[in-house]
């Protein structure tokens, strides 16, 4: 079975922290993604990764930044929250041969 | 650009019938279907990559326009697990597995 799993399931941040968001997959899968979900906008990509080291901007960077230092490991990072990053953080991965395969998600709320 | 879903939002009772459609300016190349109950990670239904296509899942298929650049979910004689919110995602021509995702429908199936 493919497992995603993400660090927190709810997080509290204040504004101006920067924050770390992990996401792990267990399947060796090439390419993994960053997703935050919002009420109404439905899943907006953030950042995908092709490969260890490689990253592309997806729709909305602006804010994040994102690691791959290992083919397992995609990062999310916040450099300075503020409070409309709040949202839900969704991490996926897959292997091409089928679809993307999501993680839990993280709640995270910027105070 | 985010394809368009409709309708955003449906309410059934149990053994009726309902349509999701997802529409794109942009030539489709796959169409993944994903559904979401609340709190939980979106989860994979099907994916349709050819033109007319049609794709079933249970009491659940969907079929897939190339010309029309749109793609139906067809839920037939719903059941209370049929509740939760329905995303489409579609594929660009790279394959990387990026996927853009619609706004989402919201569906209820009422007792």
């Known amino acids: 079975d493919v497992k995603v799993t993400q660090s927190s399931r709810y997080l509290v941040k204040r504004t101006g922290e920067k924050v770390f968001l992990e996401c792990v997959q267990d399947?060796?899968?090439?390419?993994m993604f960053w997703y935050r979900q919002d009420p109404g906008l439905g899943l907006r990509l953030i950042y995908f990764?092709?490969?260890?080291?490689?990253?592309e901007k997806g729709d909305i960077p602006e804010g994040y930044s994102v690691s791959r230092e290992k083919k397992e490991r995609f990062s999310l990072i916040l450099e300075s929250a503020s409070t409309n990053q709040t949202s839900m953080y969704l991490c996926?991965?897959?292997?091409?041969?089928?679809?993307?395969?999501f993680g839990p998600g993280t709640r995270l709320t910027v105070l | 650009q985010q394809p368009v879903q409709s309708p955003q939002a449906v309410i059934l009772r149990e053994g009726e019938d309902a349509v999701i459609n997802c529409s794109s300016s942009?030539?489709?190349?796959?169409v993944h279907w994903y559904r979401q109950k609340h709190g939980e990670a979106p989860v994979f239904l099907m994916i349709l990559l050819k033109g007319g296509e049609q794709k079933g899942h249970e009491k659940i298929s969907a079929s897939f326009n190339e010309k029309k650049q749109q793609s139906s979910l067809y839920l037939t004689a719903s059941q209370l697990s049929y509740s939760g919110t329905y995303f489409c995602g579609t594929g660009g021509s790279s394959n990387t597995g990026k996927l853009i995702f619609g706004q989402g429908t919201t569906l209820q199936v009422k007792p």
């Open positions: 990764s092709y490969d260890v080291k490689m990253k």
């Open positions: 996926a991965s897959t292997d091409l041969a089928s679809s993307p395969f």
């Open positions: 399947m060796d899968h090439e390419n």
């Open positions: 942009k030539a489709l190349y796959s």
